[in-house]
């Protein structure tokens, strides 16, 4: 699932099929970012290609991300402002505590779909 996050919530978000990798979803997602908005865009490694991180650029964000180990020509990147991409990863498990989202046991998209907004709804409420 490609994600946005800002301020501890999800701004908008895309459904991937399980067998396909998020990158293409989230560059779609990147692509519909203001950049008047965000400015810094906290990446997993699952991002790092050229492609995305050029993609970043172009939308005026600066893509905060350590290359993979076996880069050839690796970048600098804001090691500080990287340690804050757990907050990401804490909201996905406060996500994962309703257990529809966590299975996802639907059959259908759109009804997956629907729990997950329910979910995000939940989350920003009773954060």
Do not use: C
Not at 94 to 107: A, C, G, N, Q
């Amino acid at each position: 699932m490609g994600h946005i996050i800002l301020a501890h919530t999800a701004m908008k978000f895309n459904l991937s099929a399980g067998n396909r990798h998020d990158a293409p979803e989230g560059r779609k997602l990147i692509k519909s970012i203001d950049s008047k908005v965000a400015r810094y865009l906290l990446m997993d490694r699952a991002y790092e290609d050229d492609e995305t991180r050029a993609l970043a650029l172009k939308q005026g964000l600066i893509p905060v991300v350590p290359p993979k180990k076996n880069r050839k020509s690796p970048w600098q990147y804001d090691t500080e402002l990287y340690k804050r991409r757990n907050e990401v990863e804490r909201f996905f498990l406060r996500l994962k505590r309703f257990r529809k989202v966590f299975t996802r046991y639907d059959k259908l998209d759109i009804i997956y779909f629907s729990v997950v907004t329910l979910a995000l709804i939940f989350d920003a409420l009773f954060m």
